[in-house]
């Protein structure tokens, strides 16, 4: 069966440090990814997905197919960024997305 | 995305009792979906529906159902017969007629508890 592991539930860093949140993800074909976010009081909403390649609020995500992977980087943490986290994947032909249980990202000042 | 409303904020249910969950949307969205967020479990997909008057059971549907007799209304209900239904859901909504890549948007969520 497919699925996403986030392997750390929490993560802290300074303000000013780079940040990466990691995600792995198991299925043998042609995946779409996914980061959404969840700040504070906010609803989840989606930050980027592999297929746009693009960079928003400064984080990027290579879909690495040797290692499935697509860990989720920043070079400059901002306090703003602390929120929950979560890693998805899509399947070929799916409607469903299959979840990671989400990292926890503080920033210290 | 404020074209996706779930409704109550809070809930409070008895034990016994069965409870329905709002979700509307005037995205024009094809699909729905409700998940389940528990504390570190990330969300579980319970039901998802592409089309009208017809919906699929996602990975953890036992203990609940869904109707969708309207594209923009896609209703819950937590049954007596769900053991553990304290937890926060979420639905959410998307296209599919547009074809590609399209993402999932969210909406505020429900928070259930049992009294």
């Known amino acids: 069966a497919q699925r996403v592991t986030q392997p750390e539930k929490l993560l802290s860093v300074f303000k000013g440090a780079p940040v990466e949140l990691k995600c792995n993800y198991s299925?043998?074909?042609?995946?779409?990814l996914f980061w959404y976010v969840q700040y504070s009081r906010q609803r989840l909403q989606l930050l980027l997905r592999h297929i746009s390649r693009e960079s928003i609020k400064g984080f990027t995500a290579d879909l690495n197919k040797g290692e499935t992977s697509f860990h989720l980087k920043k070079p400059f943490a901002q306090e703003e960024d602390s929120a929950m986290y979560y890693c998805?994947?899509?399947?070929?032909?799916?409607?469903?997305?299959?979840f990671g249980q989400g990292t926890r990202l503080t920033i210290n000042p | 995305d404020g074209g996706i409303t779930q409704s109550p904020k809070y809930l409070f249910r008895k034990e016994g009792q069965n409870v329905t969950l709002s979700c509307e949307q005037n995205?024009?969205?094809?699909?729905m979906y409700w998940y389940r967020q528990d504390p570190g479990q990330g969300l579980r997909l319970i039901y998802y529906s592409q089309i009208v008057n017809d919906f699929q059971k996602g990975d953890i549907a036992e203990g609940y159902s869904v109707s969708r007799e309207k594209k923009e209304s896609f209703p819950l209900t937590v049954t007596s017969a769900q053991k553990n239904p304290t937890a926060f859901y979420l639905c959410?909504?998307?296209?599919?007629?547009?074809?590609?890549?399209?993402?999932?948007?969210f909406g505020d969520g429900t928070r259930l508890s049992i009294l």
């Open positions: 299925y043998s074909g042609s995946p779409e």
């Open positions: 998805a994947l899509r399947t070929q032909g799916a409607q469903k997305l299959v």
């Open positions: 995205l024009n969205h094809d699909a």
């Open positions: 959410a909504s998307r296209f599919i007629s547009l074809g590609g890549n399209q993402p999932q948007h």
